[in-house]
């Protein structure tokens, strides 16, 4: 698929969001085709960690909305969800590096990866509330972790963007470099995990993720697919979409 590109270097799987003309928004085609990836990684023995990225101007915008509104996921076996779970039960470290635009799912995937890498032009947004949806990915429960409440609050009800400088500060992202330097720190960052003993990675994640993190992203997908048939939300998204 030329929407996602992927290959191998020093055990580690680089996975390629290639769709710039569209701010590498997700297709229900990309989804599918990045969970049977990441199910692929997990078994390969010959692969350690998982590297996500876009391009300098843009890691992911989100859902394609066109394909959003014609293949809606309404049912918990929508290709969306299935990624969802795919990505939070990824036993192996997950790295991200990400420049410019972080909206929606391209926000939230990222509090499921281990290391995030973003660039100075790294502006992430959560505006589900705005389009008369609620949260996904587990962000309900993972973003209070991780913010504290009242600016987890102010990210999901307010769905204003923040800049990398902000989400150093909560604790999203771990470093913030020039757009140009982000992609190979990362990768130097992850080709390091991938040169140590895999068994006491996996364990290691492991422990630091307990919690059922899937219960909360199946109770999130049928409250998002409630939402989704609302007058509300097809307003709301077939605007955003136009604008």
């Known amino acids: 698929m030329t929407d996602l590109q992927t290959r191998v270097d020093s055990g580690v799987l ?21 969970t049977q990836t990441l199910q692929r990684a997990a078994d390969d023995p010959h ?22 509104l014609s293949q809606p996921p309404d049912s918990l076996d929508a290709p969306v969800w299935q990624f969802l779970r795919a990505l939070a039960v990824f036993p192996k470290p997950l790295v991200a590096a990400v420049c410019g635009v972080a909206v929606g799912v391209g926000t939230t995937l990222l509090l499921h990866c281990d290391l995030v890498h973003a660039g100075s032009n790294a502006r992430f947004s959560l505006p589900f509330v705005n389009l008369g949806l609620c949260p996904e990915a587990g962000s309900s429960l993972l973003l209070p972790r991780l913010f504290g409440y009242q600016r987890a609050a102010e990210a999901l009800l307010l769905g204003e963007p923040f800049d990398a400088e902000a989400a150093v500060k909560a604790g ?14 990362a990768l130097a960052q992850a080709r390091k995990l991938a040169g140590k003993p895999l068994q006491a990675l996996i364990e290691t994640k492991r422990l630091l993720k307990r919690g059922d993190v899937v219960e909360r992203i199946d109770e ?11 007058g509300a939300a097809q307003e709301a998204i077939s605007g955003f979409r136009n604008k």
């Open 47 to 68: 692969i350690a960690v998982v590297l996500l990225h876009g391009s300098e101007q843009a890691f992911c915008a989100g859902n394609d909305l066109a394909d959003f």
């Open 14 to 34: 680089i996975i390629t969001f290639a769709r710039e003309a569209r701010k590498n928004a997700i297709t229900v085609a990309m989804y599918q085709a990045l």
């Open 172 to 185: 999203l992202v771990s470093k913030v470099l020039e757009p140009h330097e982000v992609l190979d720190s």
């Open 220 to 230: 999130e997908a049928r409250v998002f697919a409630r939402m989704l048939r609302t």
